[in-house]
């Protein structure tokens, strides 16, 4: 089988992408905590269980979506397709593995926010 070489200037323009699209998402998820702050000091009604619940889900979308760009990062530097497919293999498994544990605690929290008691 043949391999293909990708452009070193290609890989260096995914690099930037990736690293472009990384920052706006950091400057995205700093302007999402920020609002989050102004809305639990207004909101001193909210019970404590609802806004972890909240939050939980925040962090977990912003894990899940760092992952994904720690993805693309390192199949920029992929050799082949081969290792594409690990990547992304590896990936999948892992992701699904922590939507499972993420699903879990998020469903108490929302149980507990709701005062459900298992």
């Known amino acids: 089988m043949t391999s293909y070489e990708i452009p070193t200037e290609m890989r260096d323009f995914a690099d930037r992408s ?6 706006a998402f950091e400057g995205f998820m700093g302007a999402v ?5 102004t809305v639990d ?5 909210v019970s404590t269980n609802a ?3 909240a939050t939980k889900a925040v962090g ?8 994904a760009f720690d993805l693309a990062a390192k199949m920029v530097h992929a ?3 081969q290792e594409v497919l690990k990547l ?4 999948v498994q892992a992701q699904m593995a922590a939507i499972q544990t993420q699903a879990k605690e ?7 926010a709701a005062g459900i008691s298992k």
């Open 18 to 23: 990736v690293a472009q699209a990384r920052k």
């Open 51 to 53: 806004k972890d619940a």
């Open 60 to 67: 977990y979308a912003e894990q899940n979506v760092t992952a």
């Open 41 to 45: 000091g207004a909101t001193g009604s």
């Open 106 to 112: 998020i469903g108490s929290a929302v149980q507990k």
């Open 79 to 81: 050799k082949d397709v």
């Open 88 to 91: 992304q293999t590896e990936f």
């Open 33 to 37: 905590h920020k609002a989050s702050e």
